[in-house]
T-cell receptor
Framework: GEDVEQSLFLSVREGDSSVINCTYT??????LYWYKQEPGAGLQLLTY?????DMKQDQRLTVLLNKKDKHLSLRIADTQTGDSAIYFC?????????????FGTGTQLKVEL | DGGITQSPKYLFRKEGQNVTLSCEQN?????MYWYRQDPGQGLRLIYY???????QKGDIAEGYSVSREKKESFPLTVTSAQKNPTAFYLC??????????????FGQGTRLTVV
């Protein structure tokens, strides 16, 4: 079955690193994603990782995937106040060639001065 | 500019009324989705459509209906049968034929409040 879990809140100081964690249960996931949602807005894709990769780095963002433990993390280096938002992990399974994203509960990141 | 547009941004509905939320995209995407967002529950899939004139129920379809008569449009009707309709509704689209076919583009959302 599909179930994606995240902790609800994370608070960090500006300049520190943030690590947002996610666990998923469906081992047939093909892609895993991190989305960012600013207040009152839709979601924007931040980064993604294929299920056959262990790590992906994109500027300040590092995604780690532990497929054995079904654990995904997003590390934001040098966290800024503009990074304050809700972060969603999502997994994708492709039944019959189609596409369906399952989202986690979202982690609200608060960056303090 | 290409994008996905939801309207209205805020919507108020009286109990017992049906209301329709609009979602339009000019990205030439085949697939479109409706999600509901409640605090602490993430996004839950209501309905999705992979192609024109076809759609499937998601995880929480009860009390909702959709249509997909045009590629660009995927309106969602919240019926009076939906017991707790107050929520933030998000529409998304994607192109299933691309390699990264599951990248979804989201609208800005509609906040529905039942009064």
């Amino acid at each position: 079955g599909e179930d994606v879990e995240q902790s609800l809140f994370l608070s960090v100081r500006e300049g520190d690193s943030s690590v947002i964690n996610c666990t998923y249960t469906d081992s047939s996931s093909t892609y895993l994603y991190w989305y960012k949602q600013e207040p009152g807005a839709g979601l924007q894709l931040l980064t993604y990782i294929f299920s056959n990769m262990d790590m992906k780095q994109d500027q300040r963002l590092t995604v780690l995937l532990n497929k054995k433990d079904k654990h995904l993390s997003l590390r934001i280096a040098d966290t800024q106040t503009g990074d304050s938002a809700i972060y969603f992990c999502a997994e994708s399974i492709r039944p019959g060639g189609g596409n369906k994203l399952t989202f986690g509960t979202g982690t609200q990141l608060k960056v303090e001065l | 500019d290409g994008g996905i547009t939801q309207s209205p941004k805020y919507l108020f509905r009286k109990e017992g009324q049906n209301v329709t939320l609009s979602c339009e995209q000019n990205l030439n995407h085949d697939a479109m989705y409706w999600y509901r967002q409640d605090p602490g529950q993430g996004l839950r899939l209501i309905y999705y459509s992979q192609i024109v004139n076809d759609f499937q129920k998601g995880d929480i379809a009860e009390g909702y209906s959709v249509s997909r008569e045009k590629k660009e449009s995927f309106p969602l009707t919240v019926t009076s049968a939906q017991k707790n309709p107050t929520a933030f509704y998000l529409c998304a689209s994607s192109r299933p034929d691309r390699v990264l076919d599951t990248e979804a583009f989201f609208g800005q959302g509609t906040r529905l409040t039942v009064v």
